[in-house]
Each structure stands twice: as C-alpha cells, then as structure tokens.
C-alpha cells in the first residue's frame, strides 16, 4: 500500500482538498462494471482516495457496494475519499440533474458528492458503445440559456449540501465565457482532455487564471480508448521522442512519465486500469523521483495539439465536422 499522505494534495479555490491523482472508472467499453468495480476496491486498498465516476460509465451501482464495504470495514473513512460523479447528457432538463444526482447517490451509497459534474455542456445523446459514425436527430448546437437551466439544477444541489464542489467538462474558452458571469456559485474544477501531445495551454492557463482547477483525462493518451474515438493520424503519446527520453533516464514506462509530467504541470489526471500492478505504479510514481525541469520544458515542447476525444457523435444536424464542438475560430459555433 501507498501510504495517501505522501500523494500531494491541490487546494480548490473553495478550500477544500483534492488528491493531486485519481482513479477513472470509465471501462472504454472495453471492461464491465464488475472489473472497474473490482480495480475500484483494489485501488482503495492501494492507497487512492480520488474516485472519478459518472452514470453514464454504467457502473456506479457496483462500485457503491466497493464504497460501502470498504466503509464497514474501515478500510477508509468516507471523508477520506474525494469523489466525482456526473450528469450525463439525457438528464439536462428541468429537475432532471435532480433527480440524476439522487440515482448517483444512491448507486454510489454515499450521501453526499465531493464534486458534480456536467459531463457536456449540451443535452446531444449518443448510445452506450455507439460507433463513431452515430448521430442523434435531436443534437443541437451549444445553448447558454439550455447550459443555465442546467447549472441552476447543480447549483441547488450546492445549496442543499449534496454536492461539495460543481465542476464542469468537456468546455472551451467561448463558452467559459458566456456562462461564467452567470453563476452564482462558480465551478471549481473543469475536466478536459489533456496528455503530452494535446495540452491545451490556453484553455488550461485560462482555467488557472480564473481559479478552476483542471482535472485531465487521457493523460496518457488512453490506448484502449473506444473505436469512435480513434482516427488516422492519432499520436501515441508513450511513443514521442521526449517521453521515451525521460522514460530511460527515471528507468520507468513512459506511461508513468505522462503522468509525472501531469502532476508537475498542475492538473489532475484521472487514469484508468483494472490491472494492480498498473494502478499502483500509476499511484507510487507521483510520490517519488519527479522530472527534471529540462525534462519538463522538452515534454511542454512535444505539444502536437492532438485531440483524441473528438466528441463528433455529438454533432448537430447541419455541423461541418467535429471541430465545430470546440470552437476553434474563437467563437460559438452554431
């Protein structure tokens, strides 16, 4: 076991603490419940205290039984644990984040979410293990009076002492900015694609600069990420020059090395296994033998604006392709 209190903390701009690494519970359709939930209680055991969960992974329900058997066991307290869950799309309408985040509770058998996500910022569905060329008749483009309704519903979960922390995911700088100066209560953490080749400097100095802590996931650019998130011309991140460098002078993976470098940047990554030996090395490597300052400058150099997740089964009828999700020209796009 890794001992949590050598795992750094970050400090959101509420107060409150959040490990500096966590485990992700999405299975890539690729693992069942059972098998995340299992990595889940393996991961307890090692020593990780951050969970990041959603409804639409599938697999809450089971791994609120992880949750409430390590509680009875008093393998770790319930405060001891950060735990993230999210909306997901099909539940944006009025009262529906309500009532989803009660399910998740109940899944979860916790009473209360360290953080609340909204997992897109729009209702636009897609089917559990869909393929890349799925589409919903119904997809529209991004609405800041449908993303308000939306954020009402999270912040009256805030108020009611449901949810500790509201983040929000999957957003771009135009968009932070049609919705920010509408909050009441401000997100306090912002969860993004981020690894070696895609990192997002402007989105993630902008999440800095406004107090939102970013939480990164594919930190190593998730090999076994879904078919529809694939596409020709992807770069594997353990395979850049400057990874693999820094990989043989620590004498670790290069995957360790991706989230080295997270960490040391300043986000949060959330990676995934269901095998031991990979989750507790994911764990211990950010307790020890950090990257040097030059190592760190030749990775930030390695940038190949890279984007794996593409989200283009989110897509409106009338959209050019994927890009127009991350507003790219600076704008909405609509």
Not at 198 to 212: A, T
């Amino acid at each position: 076991m890794i001992d949590p209190n050598a795992v750094p903390m970050r400090t959101l701009s509420n107060g409150r603490k959040i490990p500096c690494i966590g485990m992700g519970t999405f299975g890539s359709d690729r693992y069942g419940a059972q098998e995340v939930s299992e990595a889940v209680a393996g991961a307890i055991r090692c020593g990780y205290r951050l969970f990041d969960c959603a409804s639409v992974y599938g697999n809450e329900a089971l791994i609120g039984e992880v949750f409430a058997q390590a509680f009875a066991e008093a393998v770790v307290k319930r405060e001891e644990l950060f735990i993230i869950s999210k909306v997901w799309n099909d539940m944006h309408g009025k009262g529906d984040v309500l009532l989803s985040c009660a399910k998740t509770l109940r899944d979860l058998q916790v009473d209360y979410l360290d953080a609340y996500f909204v997992h897109w910022p729009f209702a636009n569905y897609h089917a559990p293990g869909c393929g890349g060329d799925s589409r919903s008749p119904d997809a529209k483009p991004f609405s800041t009076e449908d993303f308000m309704t939306v954020w009402r519903q999270m912040e009256r979960l805030y108020d009611l002492g449901l949810v500790r922390n509201l983040g929000m995911s999957n957003m771009t700088i135009p968009k932070l900015e049609a919705v920010l100066p509408l909050c009441r209560v401000r997100p306090t953490l912002l969860e993004m694609e981020l690894h070696p080749a895609f990192q997002q400097p402007r989105l993630y100095d902008y999440c800095v600069g406004h107090g939102i802590q970013p939480v990164g996931f594919c930190p190593i650019g998730s090999p076994n990420r879904p078919a529809r998130d694939k596409a020709d011309g992807d770069i594997v991140d353990i395979a850049l020059p400057q990874v693999e460098a820094a990989a043989k002078a620590h004498g670790i993976h290069p995957a360790l090395v991706c989230l080295k470098w997270a960490v040391q940047r300043g986000q949060i990554p959330i990676p995934f296994s269901v095998h031991e030996k990979n989750y507790t090395g994911n764990l211990q490597c950010v307790t020890e033998d950090p990257l040097t300052e030059e190592e760190m400058e030749q990775i930030r150099k390695a940038d190949q604006n890279c984007r794996l997740v593409k989200g283009q089964v989110f897509l409106w009828p009338g959209a050019t392709d994927w890009h127009a999700l991350w507003d790219e020209q600076g704008m909405i796009a609509r």
